[in-house]
């Protein structure tokens, strides 16, 4: 089992930074593949990003290449998610999750494990 708890958002103003925390608690961590996802009001919730248990392969959707990056540190049993240039579209609830094996890495089925949303709301 791997539980999951992420921190970090809040308001900006668009072009602004924020960096995004999932803590995971749990034995397995360290060999669970970890992303972010986001949902919107009123739309499907989202692919963001995908980092490898060993942090050695990751992937990111179109909408947000070269604004987020994505980390992980084993050491501490965290993922992080760095968003810069952060737009009004960028608004939602951000979530972690997690699982040991995917064949769709964007395809929130594939993840067992759910943090609770951390809100990200960018401003005009």
């Known amino acids: 089992q791997v539980q999951l708890s992420e921190s970090g958002g809040g308001t900006v103003q668009v072009g602004g930074s924020l960096r995004l925390s999932c803590a995971a608690s749990g034995r397995t961590f360290s060999v669970h593949d970890t992303a972010w996802f986001r949902q919107a009001p009123g739309k499907e919730r989202e692919f963001v990003a995908v980092?490898?248990?060993?942090?050695?392969?990751?992937f990111y959707s179109d909408s947000i290449k070269g604004r987020f990056t994505i980390s992980r540190d084993n050491g501490k049993s965290a993922v992080y998610l760095q968003m810069n240039t952060l737009k009004p579209e960028d608004t939602a609830l951000y979530y972690c999750?997690?699982?040991?094996?995917?064949?769709?890495?964007?395809?929130?089925?594939?993840?067992?494990?759910w943090g609770q949303g951390t809100q990200v709301t960018v401003s005009s």
């Open positions: 980092i490898s248990w060993s942090g050695d392969n990751i």
């Open positions: 999750a997690a699982t040991d094996h995917y064949s769709q890495r964007s395809q929130a089925y594939e993840y067992p494990y």
